[in-house]
């Protein structure tokens, strides 16, 4: 083993330099130099300074969605390629506590939103629970929601029935969708 190790060392030691490589120098002539690149940028930067100075500025909310918003109002605006379009709804998770009440916040609308609770309906019920907003709670950054479940009662000549939803719905769980009026 140490003779094979010693014969492959003199094989290459044997060799000379310039015939162990068989590639090709490298032609570098059509290879842009740092000035040629800095030349570019500098084209390139110009060309974006041109195009942003005849663009108006962007709108946090494009004004076809603010409240008398129209078609057409936000011709010569440019918007990055990049950019987002602003959400002008809001979403927001709730659970409600041991009074069927609870107090949601959201990120500030431009006017007060329609407010819509819509409670998840567990499997087992037989009646899902009822959510409104309290009258007077909403503002352009939350709301207070109320909740409502049934009542299993017992009537006499009946048995055990149904009563109107009148219970405080603790620990209901839903969504609360905020939407500006139009």
Do not use: H
Not at 55 to 72: L, N
Not at 140 to 156: D, F, H
């Amino acid at each position: 083993m140490t003779r094979l190790l010693l014969a492959a060392l003199a094989l290459v030691w044997a060799v000379p330099v310039a015939a162990q490589s068989s590639y090709p120098p490298v032609d570098l002539s059509s290879v842009a130099s740092k000035d040629d690149v800095a030349a570019a940028q500098a084209v390139a930067i110009a060309a974006q300074d041109a195009v942003a100075s005849k663009c108006a500025a962007v709108p946090a909310v494009p004004s076809m969605e603010t409240v008398g918003g129209s078609p057409g109002t936000d011709i010569g605006q440019c918007r990055p390629v990049n950019s987002v379009q602003p959400r002008i709804t809001r979403s927001v998770a709730f659970t409600t506590g041991s009074a069927g009440t609870v107090a949601v916040t959201w990120a500030a609308l431009p006017s007060v939103p329609l407010v819509f609770p819509i409670p998840n309906v567990a499997n087992a019920a037989t009646q899902g629970a009822l959510c409104y907003p309290v009258v007077g709670t909403i503002t352009t950054t939350g709301a207070t929601i109320k909740c409502y479940t049934t009542q299993s009662v017992t009537v006499s000549i009946l048995g055990a029935v149904v009563a109107p939803i009148t219970t405080a719905g603790a620990g209901v769980t839903g969504q609360v969708l905020a939407i500006p009026v139009s």
